[in-house]
């Protein structure tokens, strides 16, 4: 059924009818289905990382698949900047290792690449051939990310949450990412943070075997989903990329320049500059950027088991 249903979702002669898809901008159609939560969260987020006071985000879960929460973009306009910029001018490049092997990563000022850029990975070096992380291949993870995650770890109840490896995917409107299951790393009980920015998409999230029918979900610029151990031992996939055409979608556009941030890594005045923020945002206009954020280790193992 997962096969089935990643196939209709992909189609684009004909294309598929997005009626099932769960839509969380429009959550009264979809009322017997999940379950709406609302934070009473006292946790001060300083210094800003780009994210709206807990209180104020929204929580669901899917009642039929325990262990997925999504969150409706709980980011500002430049919050979402600030990561785009930072997945596309500091993650591609060395030590962290890309689709593009040797070839540089460049962004042009119309927001197009010459290579397409696929993937990054950040921290433990996840290796695509044998789906397992390596000791030898470990760099520093990036502090900023970090400590996003670590917020939103507290927000959601798992206090000790440690990023240790990230991988972010780059996706244009022909890109798919096929049924998987999340299971490499040691922890299995930590969860795993999605953050997406850009071009909307649909998840498909299924069961613990491909012959179990998954549930579609939109994806929109800024949402988060985290994903516990049942969740991500689930089947889930990525069978088609969408264009937002309304302007209003682009949560990315409308900025507040009084917004406090953290900015150790110079990226505010690109975010805030019309000009300099130009092919960042072209980028978003025709891609999505997804970061999934993971702990690699048990809390009480200082190295990958053998």
């Known amino acids: 059924m997962f096969k089935e249903s990643f196939k209709y979702y992909k189609s684009k002669k004909p294309p598929p009818s997005l009626n099932d898809v ?56 430049i919050g979402q900047r600030y990561w785009t910029v930072r997945c596309l001018r500091d993650y591609p490049f060395a030590p962290n290792r890309t689709n593009l092997r040797e070839q540089s990563f460049e962004l042009s000022k119309s927001g197009k690449t010459q290579l397409p850029l696929r993937w990054t990975t950040l921290g433990y070096q996840y290796d695509w051939d044998s789906k397992v992380y390596s000791e030898e291949l470990k760099n520093v993870f990036p502090e900023d990310l970090a400590k996003l995650s670590r917020i939103l770890g507290e927000v959601l109840g798992f206090e000790n949450f440690c990023a240790q490896a990230a991988i972010v995917n780059y996706y244009y409107f022909n890109s798919t990412l096929s049924g998987h299951t999340d299971h490499s790393e040691d922890n299995l009980e930590a969860p795993l943070f999605s953050f997406s920015f850009g071009q909307s998409a649909i998840f498909l999230l299924g069961g613990k075997t491909l012959d179990e029918k998954p549930i579609p979900i939109f994806i929109r610029s800024g949402d988060i989903i985290a994903m516990t151990k049942q969740a991500r031992l689930c089947y889930h996939g990525i069978p088609k990329i969408l264009e937002e055409r309304n302007s209003i979608d682009r949560r990315w556009r409308h900025i507040d320049l009084n917004e406090e941030f953290y900015d150790e890594h110079n990226v505010l005045q690109l ?30 193992q200082l190295y990958l088991s053998n």
Do not use: M
């Not at 959550?27 to 709206?52: A, C, D, M, T, Y």
């Not at 000009?275 to 048990?298: A, D, H, M, T």
């Open 22 to 77: 769960v839509d969380f901008d429009d959550i009264s159609k979809w009322l017997p289905v999940i379950k709406q939560h609302r934070l009473n969260s006292n946790i001060q987020i300083e210094p800003k990382f780009g994210l709206k006071t807990p209180d104020t985000w929204e929580l669901y879960e899917l009642l039929s698949s325990p262990g997925l929460v999504f969150i409706k973009n709980p980011f500002t306009a």
């Open 271 to 300: 975010c805030i500059d019309t000009n300099c923020w130009l092919p960042y945002g072209k980028f978003l206009e025709n891609s999505r950027i997804n970061v999934n954020v993971r702990q690699v280790l048990k809390e009480s």
